[in-house]
Structure formats: C-alpha cells, structure tokens
C-alpha cells in the first residue's frame, strides 16, 4: 500500500516531472503561459520538447502522439517514433517544439458534419497545455485540441475550453459586483462516477449483436434479475476485485484520482468514482478510465461493457456528473457557508443555476441524448427525459420564504436584509438523497444523473458552463446598473426564485403523476434523441453559444448534423445486425430444434410411445418461428426504404418512428423462442450465462 504515493503520476509529465527535467526558468515561463492561456513561443516549446522527450524516454517511451478527441465520442491517436536519421544508418531519438505544439491530420476521416463539404480536407491538433503529458503503451500523448484548416472545433475538447473562459469571465464579473477583489480565478470542477458491466471475454466473443453494437439485441430475461437487491455494495467476486486491483493501479499510474469501486444495482454491474477535478482534466481522465477499463478487462479475460443499456430488463449504466465552481483560493461557491453575506453570494449563484437549467432544458437534454441513452431516460431506472432540479426540504423551504418575504419587504420595508434573518443555516447532509431526480443538489454541488456510460462528460460540462455563464453575464449586466447592490442582488435573487420555481422539483421523478405536473407546468419532455436533437440549433441556442464565442453557427450546424447521423447510423447498425443474427443463426437454430423433436416424435410413434411433448412443443416453436419469419421480413422492408430519405432529420424520425418499434416487435418473438428451444441449440450465451456466471 506505501507504494501507491510512488506510483501516483508516474507515468504523467506533472508539475514534479516538469521541475525535474526543464531548466528553471523554462518551467516558470511554460507556467505563466499556461496560466494566461497566451500562445506558447517557438523556443521556449522546443526546451518543454526536449525534457518532456528525455522525460519519456526515461519511462521507455519510443513513440509519442498528439491525443485528440473527435465526435465519435472515443479519442484518437496517431502514434510518432522519436526517430531520426543522425548519418552513417545511426538514429537520434527527436522531438521538436513545433511538433509538440501543432500536429497535421486528415479531418475527412473524422466526423465533421457540413464543415467537410465546405472546408479543406486538413485538420490540425493544437496541444492543451493545461492537460499533463502522459504515457500510454510506450507513447508519450500529447492531449490536444482538434481543428479545422480554418479553425473550426472538430472535437470535445475545444467547445470545453472555451465555455471554461467563458464562465471564468462572467463569475469574476458577479463577484467584483460582490465586493470580491481578490479571487483572480475560478475553475469549473467535475467528478464522474462512471459504470459499466464486466461479463466473460468468452461470452462476449459469441455475440454478435454484443461485438457490432455494445448491447444485447435479443436474450429473453433470466428467472433472476436484480429484483432482490443483493448486487448493490454486495461483496466484490475476486475476478473482479482483481480487474479493479489492476485498473486502479494504472489510473493512479496515469494521475487519475480513481476513489471508489463498488458493485451497482444490477448483477454484473460496478462503479468506479474519482475524486473530481478541473472539468477539462476530469473530462481527459474519464476518456482514458473508459479506454483502460476495456484493456484491463481484456487481460483478465474479461469484456467491459460501457454501453447504456446492454441488457433488457435489468439497469443499464449511466454516468454521473458531479459539478461545482471553485475559486483559486478554494472556496466552493455553492457551499452555502457560515456568514450571511456569503450566503447571499450562495443564493445567487444557486439562482444562477436554476434560471440556466428552467431556461436551457433543451440543452441540456440534447447532451445527453443517444441511441442508447434512449433506452435509460424515462425508462423507471434512470431520471426521466423530462429536466427537473432538487434541492431538497430544507432548501425548498428557504427558496420558499425568499419568494414571500419579497412580497412583504416591498410593502413593509422597501429594503431587503437577505441573509441573517430570511436564510436559516443548513448542513450539508440535511440534503437528502433523492436518486430520482436527474439534476440534484447534493450540499455543494450539483449532480447532473442523466448522461449515459459511454459519453464523454465534455458535452454536457461545456453546455453546463455557458448555460450558467449566459445568467451569470445577465446578472452582471443588470447589477452594473444599480446603486444599490444589495438590493439588486436580492430582487434578482427572488425574481428567479419565482419566475423558475417550475424547474423545481423534490418528488419522485419516476412517478407517472410527475409527467403529468411537468407537462402542467410547461416543462420540456423530449423523449428520444430524434425529438430532442431539433432543439440544437433554434436561434435562441444559436446566440447563445455565439455570444460566448463557444461556437460559430457553422460549427453548431455540424454538431446538430453529426450527432443527428450518429443516431441514424446506430440504428442503421442496430437493425442491420439484428436481421443477420435471426437469419444466420437464429433460424438454423430453431429449425433444426424442431426437426430433431419431429424426428423424436416420429421415432416413438414406431414404438407406440407417447410423443405429445415433441408434438406440441414442436408445434409451438414451428408457429412462432412462422411469426418471427414475418416480423423479420417487416423489417427488412422497413430498412429497404431508408435509402429514400436524404434529410437526416427526417430519416431520424423514420428510425423513431418505424424501425424501433419494428425492432422491438421482433425481438419480443425471438426471446419467446429462446425460452422454447433447448439450451445446446440456441446459438448465444443467455442472460443469465453471463450475469450470473462471471
Ligand atoms: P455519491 O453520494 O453520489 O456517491 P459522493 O459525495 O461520494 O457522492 O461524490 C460523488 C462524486 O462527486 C465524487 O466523484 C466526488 O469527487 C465528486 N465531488 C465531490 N465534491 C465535488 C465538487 N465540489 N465538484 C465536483 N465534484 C465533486
Ligand atoms: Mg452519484
């Protein structure tokens, strides 16, 4: 155990690597940079090159690679040897500021939307320095920012980076407006506590709908699912606790703060948390505990599944993102404090967060939406599709009194004393823990619960920023026209509370009842991706993320687009996939089921026995294959005329509208017949194989 100090960002070129191997003032001048974001000089580029090459090579390093995160939502690397020709057939191992800096690569490869048709080919990836260097098999990767030729975001990380100035700017603005003069910074922070299932290596390998799509397209339930409650914290089996033994030494290798790890609520379900971090650091290091996840498992002949819903039937995985703001002197602005002036700031920047939630709903559900998330949202085990926000009793009850003590001080007092008198003390564990609700207020800070397993937290975290920087600015604008701050700072406080106290919401968010009062109360409820994606690209949400300079219309056009074909090609996939496995495999399978019964049943016939089990079983799976022959050939008629839509939009309402259900429809026979045909003859693992087996 005394070795984890050691081994904690061993393989990570961190402030202690970079003292070590850059001369002084280099560190101090690369440190600077980084703090103002200011462009880094050529030479001062080629001495951070050359330590973090020695630094490298040291770690055994031979290759390195610019690490970028394009919108497929997984990151992407082309690795670099160090070589170089040095005369006489000799080599020197070489790295240069100018490749540290900037890497060239072929955008058209990678998910572009419009901007490809329009753009030239060529992509750049431009480092990010405020993200360590770190080795990964033998490579020294450089995280970095993906663009355009013309420099437009092609990637997560670049629309993060800049909702983080954004929202930097706009906090420092309400906090002078305060009365702080000091905080020079703030930084957004994240923790994502990430799930995921472990089944057997060999299980996985004989599934095809598992291999193509990262979740089970058929698989009737097994006679025991997660109704007994007995995974949740239950004791770790040793094969995992190996895995998990093995994935936390290598993150803590990697500097990832990886904390807890503990069985979820479904059999063959887990969790792993961190402690949070800077959103861009918490955003590249949950990249990497995803990808490492999949390569530990792999060793122990394991497969890690991150898709959101893998199995029918029992609860598929999600992510939560865990949100704050913190100061560069550490102060968290949503820890409600002691003192009643900061306890206004508190109500402020809580007010903040409820108007930027009840106004940007739409948002916020677009960056969580996905095919497969769509199987989890509204689905009784995750929050709804609908956004809603908790900040349980206690603080109800303080938001409450604010709303109508405002009517009274007008009429009585014409002045506000918010604070000591309105506002009781309040602890942070008086929160209590409703899961239901998909944006809770969790003591000092936010937990946003609806993102799926296999998003990269970037999306969410960068609309999160600007969403609450847009009010933030709002207030500012407002506050800088007042006299009295104070009374500013109250009316705004009290108007947010009333003019958004729709958004709040303490009950059950599972609950039938709740859709009804939301649609009551106006509240959005997008209930797939093809519904919500639209909303992308209204002229409210264009100027949003232009004024903050998070994206340019074009750059928005493309999102929308490409993440519209990412829900299409899914499906397409889904489909696709499915069709083969009944045809190829399926139909075999049963067919020779029935036959050997039909054989069976003719054989005792010759002996006068009785063969009445053969005789109606075969009948039963002969009639239901009957019905799964039609519904297949349904869907194959429904594919067939997705080549006639040309408008994404449109073929993503089709796959909504038409294919799923037909999706569905087929599904439902074909696990009826899984539970008819026997064991040896049914060509996958079944749920309970590999739920129960690991
Ligand atoms: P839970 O009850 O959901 O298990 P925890 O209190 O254990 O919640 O914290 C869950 C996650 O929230 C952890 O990853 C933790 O590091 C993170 N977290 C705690 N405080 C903050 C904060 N101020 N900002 C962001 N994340 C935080
Ligand atoms: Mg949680």
Same mark, same amino acid.
């Given at each position: 155990?005394?070795?984890?100090?050691?081994?904690?960002?061993?393989?990570?070129?961190?402030?202690?690597?970079?003292?070590?191997?850059?001369?002084?003032?280099?560190?101090?001048?690369?440190?600077?940079?980084?703090?103002?974001?200011?462009?880094?000089?050529?030479?001062?580029?080629?001495?951070?090159?050359?330590?973090?090459?020695?630094?490298?090579?040291?770690?055994?390093?031979?290759?390195?690679?610019?690490?970028?995160?394009?919108?497929?939502?997984?990151?992407?690397?082309?690795?670099?040897?160090?070589?170089?020709?040095?005369?006489?057939?000799?080599?020197?191992?070489?790295?240069?500021?100018?490749?540290?800096?900037?890497? $060239?690569?072929?955008?058209?490869?990678?998910?572009?939307?419009?901007?490809?048709?329009?753009?030239?080919?060529?992509?750049?990836?431009?480092?990010?320095?405020?993200?360590?260097?770190?080795?990964?098999? %033998?490579?020294?990767?450089?995280?970095?920012?993906?663009?355009?030729?013309?420099?437009?975001?092609?990637?997560?990380?670049?629309?993060?980076?800049?909702?983080?100035?954004?929202?930097?700017?706009?906090?420092?603005?309400?906090?002078?407006?305060?009365?702080?003069?000091?905080?020079?910074?703030?930084?957004?922070?994240?923790?994502?506590?990430?799930?995921?299932?472990?089944?057997?290596?060999?299980?996985?390998?004989?599934?095809k709908d598992l291999i193509f799509t990262g979740r089970t397209l058929f698989g009737a339930k097994p006679p025991k699912g997660q109704e007994l409650d007995?995974?949740?914290?239950?004791?770790?089996?040793?094969?995992?606790?190996?895995?998990?033994?093995?994935?936390?030494?290598?993150?803590?290798?990697?500097?990832?703060?990886?904390?807890?790890?503990?069985?979820?609520?479904?059999?063959?379900?887990?969790?792993?948390?961190?402690?949070?971090?800077?959103?861009?650091?918490?955003?590249?290091?949950?990249?990497?505990?995803?990808?490492?996840?999949?390569?530990?498992?792999?060793?122990?002949?394991?497969?890690?599944?991150?898709?959101? !819903?893998?199995?029918?039937?029992?609860?598929?995985?999600?992510?939560?993102?865990?949100?704050?703001?913190?100061?560069?002197?550490?102060?968290?602005?949503?820890?409600?404090?002691?003192?009643?002036?900061?306890?206004?700031?508190?109500?402020?920047?809580?007010?903040?967060?409820?108007?930027?939630?009840?106004?940007?709903?739409?948002?916020?559900?677009?960056?969580?939406?996905?095919?497969?998330?769509?199987?989890?949202?509204?689905?009784?085990?995750?929050?709804?599709?609908?956004?809603?926000?908790?900040?349980?009793?206690?603080?109800?009850?303080?938001?409450?009194?604010?709303?109508?003590?405002?009517?009274?001080?007008?009429?009585?007092?014409? !002045?506000?004393?918010?604070?000591?008198?309105?506002?009781?003390?309040?602890? !942070?564990?008086?929160?209590?823990?409703?899961?239901?609700?998909?944006?809770?207020?969790?003591?000092?800070?936010?937990?946003?619960?609806?993102?799926?397993?296999?998003?990269?937290?970037?999306?969410?975290?960068?609309?999160?920023?600007?969403?609450?920087?847009?009010?933030?600015?709002?207030?500012?604008?407002?506050?800088?026209?007042?006299?009295?701050?104070?009374?500013?700072?109250?009316?705004?406080?009290?108007?947010?509370?009333?003019?958004?106290?729709?958004?709040?919401?303490?009950?059950?968010?599972?609950?039938?009842?709740?859709?009804?009062?939301?649609?009551?109360?106006?509240?959005?409820?997008?209930?797939?991706?093809?519904?919500?994606?639209?909303?992308?690209?209204?002229?409210?949400?264009?100027?949003?993320?232009?004024?903050?300079?998070?994206?340019?219309?074009?750059?928005?056009?493309?999102?929308?687009?490409?993440?519209?074909?990412?829900?299409?090609?899914?499906?397409?996939?889904?489909?696709?996939?499915?069709?083969?496995?009944?045809?190829?495999?399926?139909?075999?399978? +049963?067919?020779?089921?029935?036959?050997?019964?039909?054989?069976?049943?003719?054989?005792?016939?010759?002996?006068?026995?009785?063969?009445?089990?053969?005789?109606?079983?075969?009948?039963? +799976?002969?009639?239901?294959?009957?019905?799964?022959?039609?519904?297949?050939?349904?869907?194959?008629?429904?594919?067939?005329?997705?080549?006639?839509?040309?408008?994404?939009?449109?073929?993503? $309402?089709?796959? %909504?509208?038409? +294919?799923?259900?037909?999706?569905?429809?087929?599904?439902?026979?074909?696990?009826?017949?899984?539970?008819?045909?026997?064991?040896?003859?049914?060509?996958?693992?079944?749920?309970?194989?590999?739920?129960?087996?690991?």
């Amino acid at each position: 155990m005394s070795r984890i100090p050691e081994i904690f960002g061993s393989l990570v070129f961190n402030e202690t690597a970079m003292k070590e191997k850059l001369p002084h003032d280099t560190y101090k001048a690369l440190k600077k940079t980084v703090q103002h974001g200011k462009p880094l000089d050529i030479n001062l580029a080629n001495e951070v090159a050359n330590g973090m090459k020695e630094w490298a090579l040291e770690k055994g390093a031979t290759h390195f690679t610019h690490w970028f995160q394009p919108m497929t939502g997984i990151t992407a690397e082309k690795h670099d040897s160090f070589i170089a020709p040095a005369g006489n057939g000799k080599v020197i191992m070489d790295f240069s500021g100018k490749e540290l800096i900037k890497g $060239e690569s072929d955008a058209s490869s990678f998910p572009s939307g419009g901007l490809r048709a329009t753009f030239e080919a060529r992509g750049y990836t431009a480092w990010d320095p405020s993200s360590y260097a770190f080795i990964k098999d %033998r490579t020294l990767c450089i995280p970095t920012a993906f663009c355009s030729y013309s420099g437009h975001a092609l990637d997560k990380k670049t629309p993060l980076l800049r909702s983080m100035d954004t929202i930097n700017k706009q906090v420092l603005r309400v906090l002078r407006l305060l009365g702080d003069d000091t905080t020079k910074s703030i930084r957004t922070t994240v923790g994502a506590e990430q799930e995921y299932f472990l089944i057997k290596k060999d299980h996985f390998k004989q599934r095809k709908d598992l291999i193509f799509t990262g979740r089970t397209l058929f698989g009737a339930k097994p006679p025991k699912g997660q109704e007994l409650d007995d995974h949740y914290f239950g004791a770790i089996k040793p094969c995992v606790l190996d895995f998990m033994s093995e994935l936390d030494d290598e993150l803590w290798k990697l500097g990832i703060l990886a904390k807890t790890e503990h069985n979820e609520a479904a059999p063959a379900q887990h969790e792993l948390a961190p402690i949070f971090d800077t959103t861009n650091i918490a955003t590249d290091h949950n990249q990497l505990t995803m990808e490492i996840m999949k390569k530990i498992a792999y060793k122990h002949d394991l497969t890690c599944l991150l898709h959101e !819903k893998p199995f029918a039937g029992v609860n598929g995985s999600g992510k939560h993102n865990n949100w704050s703001i913190i100061t560069d002197s550490g102060e968290n602005l949503f820890e409600a404090g002691d003192k009643p002036e900061s306890n206004t700031r508190f109500l402020l920047f809580l007010a903040a967060v409820i108007k930027a939630v009840d106004e940007y709903q739409d948002l916020l559900r677009i960056s969580v939406a996905s095919a497969g998330n769509d199987h989890r949202l509204g689905g009784g085990e995750a929050p709804p599709a609908i956004m809603s926000i908790f900040i349980g009793d206690e603080l109800g009850e303080v938001v409450n009194s604010i709303i109508d003590e405002c009517e009274y001080l007008k009429t009585e007092q014409g !002045k506000m004393a918010l604070g000591a008198k309105v506002i009781p003390q309040f602890k !942070k564990d008086t929160t209590d823990r409703n899961r239901t609700s998909p944006f809770a207020f969790t003591g000092n800070k936010f937990e946003f619960r609806m993102l799926g397993s296999a998003f990269s937290v970037s999306g969410p975290n960068f609309v999160l920023n600007t969403i609450v920087a847009e009010v933030l600015s709002q207030f500012a604008d407002y506050m800088e026209t007042m006299d009295d701050l104070e009374l500013a700072t109250s009316t705004l406080i009290s108007n947010v509370f009333k003019n958004h106290n729709r958004i709040i919401f303490n009950g059950n968010n599972y609950s039938k009842e709740w859709v009804k009062e939301a649609e009551k109360r106006g509240l959005l409820n997008l209930k797939s991706t093809a519904d919500a994606l639209p909303y992308y690209i209204t002229d409210k949400n264009v100027q949003l993320f232009e004024k903050h300079r998070i994206f340019t219309k074009d750059e928005l056009y493309s999102r929308y687009e490409i993440l519209t074909e990412m829900y299409c090609k899914t499906l397409n996939i889904e489909a696709l996939t499915m069709i083969d496995m009944v045809k190829q495999d399926i139909i075999p399978a +049963v067919s020779c089921y029935a036959n050997d019964l039909c054989v069976t049943a003719t054989n005792k016939k010759q002996l006068s026995l009785n063969c009445k089990v053969e005789e109606s079983v075969a009948k039963e +799976v002969s009639d239901l294959s009957g019905v799964m022959y039609n519904l297949l050939v349904k869907l194959e008629d429904n594919m067939s005329k997705v080549k006639d839509y040309s408008d994404y939009r449109q073929l993503s $309402e089709y796959y %909504r509208d038409v +294919v799923i259900p037909s999706m569905n429809d087929l599904r439902e026979v074909v696990d009826a017949l899984e539970v008819l045909v026997g064991t040896d003859y049914w060509p996958y693992p079944s749920y309970a194989e590999m739920l129960f087996y690991i």
